[in-house]
């Protein structure tokens, strides 16, 4: 006799697989070849072994980079990255979330690692910006306490209704708080793409432009992998959060790792626009004036 399932069955049936396809959906895991496309690069941007390892490189006629199927809007983003060896001088590894490329208009938000390279035994710099609504200038830098071209390690990008926050190895380096109610502009309406890229900058990247590009050195290359995102996931004009989206949609440094942060500033901080009176004769931004309060 064939089997018999009553409407009900059948139809709580079909919202659970929808209800599995929308987690998987907001929770990506792992797979370059699934969770990404390559967007430039000409064969520059290889994916290997079986989609866990993702690699771009740079030559003098191109760089390359990569783009995340999904758009997110809000999210906790953890990539593992191995930067380009040696004299990396002119070179940036970019590693971002924003708006699709090809929409940018005027009021675009973004949230940027960049990885500024350098000549061989100077350290790289890690450079953080956030751009609100087209407008960035909120730029702070960093040294690293290790080597990051000798080993992979993990940059997360904490994205939620009330913070942004860089980290790296699980330590926060910058927290970038929402102060919408003392009119600072917050990410918080468009959906954005998680993208990478491997490129010349040799104009400003080391040392303002100073030291230039050795394409000697060429191709060079940048490895990722790891990559993990609980987050929200826009599709069809809604947002679909991931099952564990209480443990990050409201998440906030506690005392421990306030004081990891602390350390990190007052030791590897090497550029704060929060410090920069020079570049702000009319008065710092309003965030800085309530960095510490808040």
């Known amino acids: 006799m064939a089997a018999f399932h009553s409407p009900s069955t059948a139809s709580f049936g079909m919202v659970l697989l929808l209800l599995i396809g929308f987690s998987m959906a907001a929770f990506a895991y792992g797979n370059f070849y699934h969770n990404f496309d390559v967007v430039w690069g000409d064969g520059r941007a290889v994916i290997q072994e079986g989609g866990d390892l993702l690699t771009l490189s740079l030559d003098k006629i191109s760089g390359s980079g990569f783009q995340s199927k999904d758009e997110y809007l809000y999210g906790k983003i953890d990539m593992q990255l191995k930067l380009v060896p040696g004299n990396s001088a002119g070179t940036v590894t970019a590693y971002y979330v924003s708006l699709q490329l090809s929409s940018k208009g005027e009021a675009w938000d973004e949230i940027d690692f960049e990885f500024l390279g350098n000549l061989s035994g100077q350290p790289y710099i890690l450079h953080t910006n956030v751009f609100c609504q087209g407008k ?24 939620n209704p009330e913070r942004i926050v860089f980290s790296v190895d699980g330590i926060p380096i910058r927290e970038f708080k929402n102060l919408e109610f003392l009119g600072v502009p917050f990410p918080k309406n468009q959906k954005m793409r998680l993208y990478s890229t491997l490129w010349n900058a040799d104009d400003w990247a080391t040392r303002g432009g100073l030291v230039k590009t050795d394409w000697s050195q060429a191709p060079f290359k ?3 992998r790891n990559f993990n ?64 309060i808040l």
């Not at 960035?136 to 994205?159: K, V």
């Not at 809604?238 to 421990?256: G, H, R, V």
Request: charged share 20%.
């Open 136 to 159: 960035g200038n909120r730029e702070q830098q960093f040294y690293l306490w290790f080597d990051p071209t000798a080993d992979f390690h993990t940059y997360s990008i904490l994205w």
């Open 222 to 224: 940048a490895s990722y």
């Open 229 to 292: 995102a609980d987050a929200c996931v826009w599709s069809s004009g809604s947002s679909y959060c991931s099952s564990n989206k209480n443990a990050w949609f409201w998440e906030e440094l506690n005392f421990a790792k306030k004081g990891q942060m602390k350390w990190v500033q007052n030791n590897y901080m090497v550029y704060n626009y929060c410090e920069d009176t020079k570049r702000f004769p009319q008065g710092l931004p309003t965030e800085c004036t309530f960095a510490g």
